[in-house]
């Protein structure tokens, strides 16, 4: 089973279009919740974190279901500049540093 | 705009080279990590230097030699590479305790990565 689960997509919407992306993780130590943004060709960037009580930034808003190992992305009002890969990613912190899991991400394509 | 700087940001280089990837942070950071990332994947942890010391090696073959001459600076030395390293790699930054660094203590921060081509 894969560590982080995301569906590939691409979700092809139009502008402001609501979409929601979805995600599950297997590794119950997971302490601590991202969604990243990627661009092709560029690095990621985090976008938001997740907590336990959801979460919103604008026009992005997030969801953590601790008891279901589910993590949710919800997006209002798309823009054609919110093109773009969107990783979920579940971190487990050590001493001095921490490991990410990435999912392989959602392919998003916004269009006029 | 990302704090964390990488040169170069293209490299070419056959297989009998030695060249190096340098990345750089003033963010505070005690924790740097280096990823690769082929295209259509997501990043692959290769090292973890915490403290300036090496916390993780991610079973890197050691063509891939990393160092970490100061918190603010962490390199990858690379030599007799196969065209399969041919990749984006990627580092990034974390804090790792108190004091006044940028962060929480699990974001980790990228920098735009070098996009290698082994010929």
């Known amino acids: 089973r894969k560590e982080v689960e995301q569906d590939p997509g691409p979700f092809n919407v139009p502008e402001g279009a609501t979409v929601a992306f979805n995600c599950t993780y297997s590794?119950?130590?997971?302490?601590?919740f991202f969604w990243y943004r990627q661009d092709c060709r560029k690095e990621p960037k985090l976008l938001m974190s997740v907590y336990s009580s959801g979460n919103e930034d604008g026009r992005f808003t997030a969801q953590l279901n601790r008891a279901s190992q589910y993590i949710s992305l919800l997006i209002r009002d798309s823009k054609l500049s919110d093109s773009a890969t969107y990783l979920c990613?579940?971190?487990?912190?050590?001493?001095?540093?921490?490991?990410?899991?990435f999912g392989k991400g959602t392919m998003l394509l916004v269009s006029p | 705009d990302t704090e964390v700087t990488q040169t170069p940001k293209h490299l070419v280089m056959g297989m009998t080279n030695k060249k190096s990837l340098k990345c750089e942070q003033h963010?505070?950071?005690?924790?740097m990590y280096w990823y690769k990332q082929k295209a259509k994947k997501p990043p692959e942890l290769m090292f973890v230097y915490s403290y300036e010391k090496l916390s993780i090696n991610e079973s890197v073959p050691s063509r891939f030699s990393p160092e970490c001459p100061n918190s603010s600076l962490l390199n990858l030395h690379l030599h007799a590479l196969q065209p399969e390293d041919s990749a984006l790699y990627l580092c990034?930054?974390?804090?790792?305790?108190?004091?006044?660094?940028?962060?929480?203590?699990?974001?980790?921060?990228f920098g735009p990565g070098t996009r290698l081509t082994v010929l």
């Open positions: 590794n119950s130590a997971s302490q601590s």
């Open positions: 990613v579940v971190n487990i912190r050590h001493s001095g540093y921490s490991t990410l899991t």
């Open positions: 990034a930054s974390s804090r790792s305790g108190s004091g006044r660094a940028r962060g929480s203590y699990n974001e980790q921060f």
């Open positions: 963010m505070g950071h005690r924790a």
